[in-house]
């Protein structure tokens, strides 16, 4: 059973990382009524008799929380570094947060494996999106009462505030699915590390944009279950996406599809088949797909998917940033709070704006072979 490290990072990152412990938890107390430690509980927690005084490593001592993402790989280069981002909208109101996004970026591109970029707009269209539905009375939808999706603070019913607990449940059940077939038995199980060996030719080009169906896992919202057809082509749908971008007007270079519940390998194999022609793949890796099954759907469904595209549309997001950038930096504003900080020059700020420019015309040499013909190559014959 592959073990997990979570290490959570800044006011955002403990908010999710407070719901997401909350929803592991539970979903965890659904499977395993009896509260006896078993082997998929083991990828998060370490049964440690606390009678016995001895080395409790590294990790427990709280080394782990203060390491970057670099020192993570100097530290443990064997173990794989998945990153989930959330990236400023445009109506952010930290004035610095491109600083703060291109610089992070940097160390992104240098030492995680994969990153699952996620933006605040997103977030907050799709929890509009829920609202407008629960209003309107569609389909017979309801929102319980002190749910995950309203929190305590009625974060549904206010409009002009940003329902955070709402937003953050929804990248908790992200990591939910992210983790679940390293957790639970399935059919056709897939480590995270597959996820990178799958979905990254290029190094450099390691950011997943990530879709989910259903939003939320513990029927907080009441929605009529969706038809599993009907679940994949949402996985595909803007509307269910994490970050606003367009795949399907873009190019795909590899593409994962993880599944949870009673759903067979012939119904993946039929949706993959049926989506194919509304998706341009990369002329060297047109069966770029890797599939998982895991058994355990989510609690309160029958079946869930997640998503995770390897595609160029996530460029216009960087190129946004930049610009964001660039207005600040050329007029040197609020560069001095930086500076005051030990270690930081102004070199680090060209530096990072550098290699964000450098991923940037990444994608864009792949989005020119766009359009471009399949060749049929040859296959491999081999003498009997």
Same mark, same amino acid.
């Given at each position: 059973? %592959?073990?997990?490290?979570?290490?959570?990072?800044?006011?955002? /990152? &403990?908010?999710? /990382?407070?719901?997401?412990?909350?929803?592991?938890?539970?979903?965890?107390?659904?499977?395993?009524? *009896?509260?006896?430690?078993?082997?998929?509980?083991?990828?998060?927690?370490? &049964?440690?008799?606390?009678?016995?005084? /001895?080395? @409790? @490593?590294?990790?427990?001592?709280?080394?782990?929380?203060?390491?970057?993402?670099?020192? +993570?790989?100097?530290?443990?280069?064997?173990?794989?570094?998945?990153?989930?981002?959330?990236?400023?909208? /445009?109506?952010?109101?930290?004035?610095?947060?491109?600083?703060?996004?291109?610089?992070?970026?940097?160390?992104? &591109?240098?030492?995680?494996?994969?990153?699952?970029?996620?933006?605040?707009?997103?977030?907050?269209?799709?929890?509009?999106?829920?609202?407008?539905?629960?209003?309107?009375?569609?389909?017979?939808?309801?929102?319980?009462?002190?749910?995950?999706? %309203?929190?305590?603070?009625?974060?549904?019913?206010?409009?002009? *505030?940003?329902?955070?607990?709402?937003? &953050?449940?929804?990248?908790?059940?992200?990591?939910?699915?992210?983790?679940?077939?390293?957790?639970?038995? @399935?059919?056709?199980?897939?480590? +995270?590390?597959?996820?990178?060996?799958?979905?990254?030719?290029?190094?450099?080009?390691?950011?997943?944009?990530?879709?989910? %169906?259903?939003?939320?896992?513990? %029927?907080?919202?009441?929605?009529?279950?969706?038809? +599993?057809?009907?679940?994949?082509?949402?996985?595909?749908?803007?509307?269910?996406?994490?970050?606003?971008?367009?795949?399907?007007?873009?190019?795909?270079?590899?593409?994962?599809?993880?599944?949870?519940?009673?759903?067979?390998?012939?119904?993946?194999?039929?949706?993959?088949?049926?989506?194919?022609?509304?998706?341009?793949?990369?002329?060297?890796?047109?069966?770029?797909?890797?599939?998982?099954?895991?058994?355990?759907?989510?609690? @309160?469904?029958?079946?869930?998917?997640?998503?995770?595209?390897?595609?160029?549309?996530?460029?216009?997001?960087?190129?946004?940033? *930049?610009?964001?950038?660039?207005?600040?930096?050329?007029?040197?504003?609020?560069?001095?709070?930086?500076?005051?900080?030990?270690?930081?020059?102004?070199?680090?700020?060209?530096?990072?704006?550098?290699?964000?420019?450098?991923?940037?015309?990444?994608?864009?040499?792949?989005?020119?072979?766009?359009?471009?013909?399949?060749?049929?190559?040859?296959?491999?014959?081999?003498?009997?």
């Amino acid at each position: 059973m %592959t073990q997990s490290v979570v290490v959570q990072v800044g006011q955002c /990152g &403990n908010q999710i /990382g407070c719901c997401f412990w909350d929803l592991a938890l539970r979903e965890h107390a659904a499977v395993n009524q *009896k509260g006896i430690y078993d082997e998929a509980i083991s990828s998060f927690f370490r &049964n440690v008799d606390t009678r016995v005084v /001895g080395d @409790g @490593g590294s990790i427990s001592k709280g080394k782990i929380c203060s390491l970057k993402a670099r020192v +993570l790989e100097d530290e443990f280069p064997e173990v794989y570094r998945f990153v989930t981002s959330i990236y400023p909208s /445009g109506e952010d109101d930290v004035i610095t947060s491109p600083y703060n996004s291109i610089l992070a970026m940097k160390e992104l &591109n240098e030492h995680a494996d994969c990153v699952l970029p996620i933006d605040n707009q997103s977030l907050f269209d799709i929890i509009s999106k829920i609202d407008l539905m629960v209003n309107s009375g569609k389909l017979g939808t309801t929102v319980k009462p002190k749910s995950l999706v %309203t929190s305590s603070s009625g974060a549904l019913k206010k409009q002009h *505030k940003k329902p955070f607990d709402a937003m &953050n449940n929804i990248v908790a059940n992200l990591l939910l699915n992210l983790t679940s077939s390293a957790r639970f038995e @399935g059919s056709l199980n897939m480590d +995270l590390n597959e996820i990178s060996m799958n979905l990254v030719p290029f190094p450099q080009l390691h950011y997943l944009v990530s879709s989910l %169906t259903p939003l939320y896992t513990l %029927t907080d919202v009441n929605i009529p279950p969706r038809r +599993l057809d009907q679940m994949f082509s949402d996985a595909f749908s803007k509307d269910h996406q994490l970050l606003r971008a367009d795949p399907k007007h873009s190019l795909y270079l590899a593409c994962a599809l993880m599944v949870r519940g009673n759903v067979q390998i012939s119904d993946l194999r039929r949706n993959i088949e049926r989506l194919k022609p509304s998706l341009q793949f990369v002329s060297w890796n047109q069966e770029g797909w890797k599939t998982s099954l895991c058994s355990v759907p989510p609690v @309160g469904h029958s079946h869930s998917l997640l998503a995770l595209a390897n595609n160029t549309c996530v460029k216009p997001t960087f190129m946004e940033l *930049k610009e964001r950038f660039m207005r600040l930096y050329k007029k040197k504003a609020h560069l001095h709070h930086y500076l005051q900080v030990e270690g930081m020059e102004e070199s680090c700020f060209t530096e990072a704006v550098s290699s964000l420019s450098a991923l940037i015309q990444e994608y864009d040499q792949l989005d020119a072979t766009k359009n471009m013909p399949v060749q049929d190559l040859p296959r491999l014959s081999i003498a009997m």
